[in-house]
């Protein structure tokens, strides 16, 4: 049993591994196009209208929306606190022995 706890974990960390290298490896990309939209936005208009600007909105909302999923920041309704609920009903069923 404890091998199979400890091949568990294994791929728990090696999955998690996986998506952080995708992480900052989309990171990098995002970067990459940030800065080339931005040079094709001098290049056409000297920033007269820095248009590029809404480039890095729209990346950096993605960005913020993969760091939070992956980091942990889940949501009011994330998995945590689906267990923490789930928990709490059956605490509360074996105190009061029914369901209301």
């Not at 196009?33 to 936005?41: D, H, M």
């Not at 945590?80 to 605490?91: G, N």
């Amino acid at each position: 049993m404890y091998k199979l706890d400890n091949d568990s974990k294994y791929f728990k960390a090696k999955e998690r591994v996986e998506r952080l290298k995708k992480f900052y490896s989309t990171l990098l990309k995002n970067i990459f196009v940030i800065v080339l939209t931005g040079a094709i936005n001098y290049y056409t208009n000297e920033w007269r209208y820095p248009w590029f600007l809404w480039v890095v909105f729209g990346v950096s909302i993605g960005t913020i929306i993969q760091a939070i999923k992956l980091f942990g920041y889940t949501s009011l309704f994330g998995r945590d606190w689906e267990e923490r609920k789930i928990q709490e009903l059956m605490k509360d069923e074996d105190r009061k022995g029914r369901w209301e």
